[in-house]
């Protein structure tokens, strides 16, 4: 009992019995019995066979204590051997996803590692191009890209109505970067679609992935007189819808 009247915890029992049973109570007993019989043996208290018997105990008992161990340790390693066929399963059965939803707080990080990244030539399609009015958004959205040494292109598809923003907001900045050579003149066509795309290669498997987003509420913010994204979708290189958005970009270049 404390000082308060209430049961004393048993906590600090549990942990001493804990301890009591992790100690190596064969090796103690073998350390005891080894020093008793040199102290034995000098003071010629203890005869030869008797030595000989002692000594044959503590081997028994250090093979005990082997023994003892030995259990657990198989035990460990199934529970291992387990464990790592259960996390091969698991990846084996799981399925990347083929496009990645991206929201407002990682829109410009993502885009910008994008831009960065990608390779070949890429391609702009029904992109808004007041959003490069702003110096700040085309140092971010667009400059990334011409920049980039591993893309060698850089194709816009536009609607007719955004030719005047393109000579007076988009040129300008453009002849300011550098690789300003490989933006190409933008294929002007009448675009009757709800979505706007950017691809590129992806440098590792070569395939083509895109920023793929769609104007208008949710995915689109007004905001001072324009349009700026605000959920894109990052679809990835091992999906089909990859390149089923190059054949829609394709077919409008085509017109």
């Given amino acids: ?10 906590e600090p ?12 109570w064969e090796a103690i007993a073998g350390i005891i019995a080894a020093v008793a019989v040199i102290i034995m043996k000098l003071l010629h208290l203890i005869d030869t066979e008797v030595l000989i018997t002692i000594a044959v105990v503590l081997i028994a008992l250090l093979f005990l204590r082997d023994l003892r161990r030995e259990a657990p340790t198989e035990r460990a390693y199934q529970r291992l051997e387990q464990n790592h066929e259960l996390l091969q399963r698991l990846s084996a059965n799981s399925v990347p996803p083929e496009a990645l939803l991206i929201g407002p707080h990682r829109l ?7 831009l960065a990244h990608t390779s070949g030539e890429m391609l702009w399609f029904h992109v ?16 990334p890209a011409i920049e980039n040494p591993k893309v060698t ?30 933006v190409r003149t933008p294929n002007w066509s009448p675009i009757d679609a709800s979505v706007s795309v950017i691809v ?12 793929l987003s769609f104007w208008g509420e949710p995915f689109m913010a007004h905001s001072i007189g324009r349009d700026v994204p605000r959920y894109i979708f990052h679809v990835q290189s091992h999906s089909d819808l990859a390149g089923r958005l190059v054949e829609l970009i394709r077919n409008h270049r085509l017109l």
């Avoid at 000579?167 to 300003?180: D, E, I, N, P, R």
């Fill in 153 to 182: 292109a850089i194709q816009f598809v536009l609607d007719p109505k955004q030719q005047e923003l393109w000579g007076t907001q988009v040129l300008s900045k453009v002849a300011q970067c550098a690789g300003a050579a490989k």
């Fill in 13 to 24: 029992l549990h942990k001493r019995l804990r301890q009591l049973r992790m100690v190596e």
């Fill in 128 to 143: 808004c191009l007041e959003m490069f009015r702003p110096q700040s958004l085309f140092d971010d959205l667009l400059r």
């Fill in 1 to 10: 009992m404390t000082q308060n009247g209430e049961p004393q915890s048993r």
């Fill in 200 to 211: 590129g290669s992806n440098p590792k498997t070569g395939r083509p992935e895109a920023l």
């Fill in 108 to 114: 410009r990080e993502v885009s910008r590692s994008f």
